[in-house]
């Protein structure tokens, strides 16, 4: 039987985090054959990706960053100098970035991004809409957008 005593502690503990990640992990595998079939193979491994858009001194103008997982490309961060806007760098960033992805086995591209920023240029790239998060943070909506790579 499972005492119903506990005691709750708070703060940050790199060891414990370790060690709930590695439980949860056991747990997924457990629980979704597609995740046990992954294990040991690239789709694994988070791997990192960046691309860098550079202007003629050398000074960085935009960027992309994020990693593909599980045959997916997750957007983390993009943006582009406002002098820069309109001009195509962002599509080109976020192209190399799909790109990049295809040739890691990846089918699939996921991000987020608020009202206030990109929802419209990310539909134009072909993007849909799979989720609105609304007051996310309070007065504004958190969008969750996808598409189909290749």
């Not at 709750?8 to 414990?16: A, C, F, L, Q, W």
């Not at 050398?58 to 983390?76: D, P």
């Not at 920023?117 to 539909?123: D, E, G, I, M, V």
């Amino acid at each position: 039987m499972v005492s119903r005593m506990f005691r709750m502690e708070t703060g940050v503990d790199k060891e414990r985090h370790r060690l709930l990640r590695a439980r949860l992990r056991a747990a997924n595998s457990g629980a979704s054959a597609v995740l046990r079939e992954m294990r040991g193979t690239p789709q694994e491994r988070e791997e990192p990706l960046g691309v860098w858009a550079l202007d003629g001194g050398g000074e960085l103008v935009g960027g992309i960053t994020g990693h593909t997982w599980g045959r997916w490309l997750h957007v983390g961060l993009l943006w582009v100098a406002e002098e820069c806007r309109g001009a195509g760098v962002g599509g080109r960033l976020l192209g190399e970035a799909e790109r990049i992805a295809v040739e890691r086995g990846c089918g699939h591209c996921r991000l987020e991004t608020w009202d206030f920023q990109a929802p419209a240029f990310y539909r134009q790239q072909g993007y849909d809409v799979v989720c609105v998060i609304p007051d996310y943070p309070e007065g504004h909506k958190e969008f969750t957008l996808t598409k189909r790579l290749g």
